[in-house]
């Protein structure tokens, strides 16, 4: 029988986890927020960099901000991955917690987990994987692209459940990947209605100049372990369905 749990229920979950343990959370999202910030300070200044660059009148027009402009997107492009795995990391910490409500969390070590030999070669594939057939989906029209974001939303989460079922083989990318658009199959809605119900707490988050975010992320993170975790109870409850 089904029993999806709706929006209310899913954060309710979450703050009925985080109760007397709200540090915990904050501490194990404290470092993509820092490199958030890091990131954002990197990119002002880059920014700043080339409006202030002077103009050689001497040189051809327009200015050539060819270099500056690779190296700055390079060094995006890398936080942004390392960003991914470290977010990737924790949401698995955060999925463990959820189903072993006492699990201790060791905030740096289950950051960075995923940069283990367990897990880091294939979150990185689905990474790539996942950015080309997006980016191929926007080329269309930018709604599909959006639409197949989040059909593959739910692979690093289906290939850490079949890393704990499987016999040291390791799961394939792809299987995952088409594995989480079989699972999102009629919630890609429910899911995005999810993610909009935060934009509130973000704003007011921005009000309080970013700080309101060491509260929201672990919050948002959290909740959408959970929504993953309902999913794939209901999805593999039917038993015509393989389980992991």
Partial sequence: MENYKRRAELKQEVKDLFRGRWKDAV??????????????????????????????????????????YSDNTGTSTGSGIIAALITTGI??????????????????????????????????????????????????????GIIKGYSYSQAYFIYKDRMEHSEGEKPSALDCITESRRLMDGHKWEYFIL????????????????????????????????FYDNLSQNYYANDEIEVF
Wanted: aromatic fraction near 16%; glycine fraction near 6%.
């Fill in 195 to 226: 993610q909009l119900s935060f934009i509130g707490w973000g704003l007011l988050s921005l009000l309080t100049l970013g700080i309101g975010f060491l509260w929201l992320n672990p919050y948002m993170n959290a909740t959408y372990a959970a």
């Fill in 91 to 144: 949401s698995f910490t955060f999925l463990d917690w959820l189903r072993k409500p006492e699990l201790r969390i060791q905030p740096f070590k289950n950051a960075f987990q995923v940069f283990s030999k367990k897990y880091f070669l294939r979150v990185v594939l689905i990474y790539i994987i996942v950015s080309i057939f997006t980016f191929l989906w926007t080329l269309l029209f930018i709604i599909p």
């Fill in 27 to 68: 501490l194990l999202n404290l470092v993509p927020t820092i490199l958030t910030v890091i990131v954002g300070i990197i990119g002002i200044i880059a920014v700043i960099g080339i409006m202030n660059q002077p103009m050689d009148v001497s040189s051809s027009y327009p200015p050539n901000y060819d270099s500056s």
